[in-house]
């Protein structure tokens, strides 16, 4: 029912920016990010309502990362900045299964829609 792609990932210096570009096919619903380190649980990262008019970010993440959506070209980004070697990982575009303007999720359980994942790495 619904496609996800991401793009934009990549290599980038501890401090430098990067910005992941998702790209869906379909009618889709609250949209979020998540990211996987091997061995380590799928961890939410960002989310965004149907509108757009709610956010939702990790703590972890918060002040440094932007998630936005144009709905209109139904692509969802998410501008990364004041990159850290923590925030290595594969990142994940996902999509709501419910259908309306809920607050985002950040529980990968309420997403079954998933991209392949781009692989973002900083380096120190």
């Known amino acids: 029912q619904v496609q996800l792609v991401e793009s934009g990932g990549g290599l980038v210096q501890a401090g430098g920016s990067l910005r992941l570009s998702c790209a869906a096919s379909?009618?889709?619903?609250?949209m979020g990010w998540f990211r996987q380190t091997t061995g380590n649980e799928r961890e939410f990262v960002a989310g965004i309502s149907r509108s757009g008019g709610n956010l939702n970010y990790a703590g972890s993440v918060k002040g440094r990362f932007t998630i936005s959506r144009d709905n209109f070209r139904n692509i969802v980004e998410l501008e990364m900045n004041s990159l850290k070697p923590e925030d290595t990982a594969v990142y994940y575009c996902a999509a709501e299964t419910r259908d309306g303007n809920y607050d985002p999720s950040s529980s990968p359980w309420e997403y079954g829609y998933w991209g392949q994942g781009t692989q973002v790495t900083v380096s120190s």
């Open positions: 379909g009618r889709t619903s609250g």
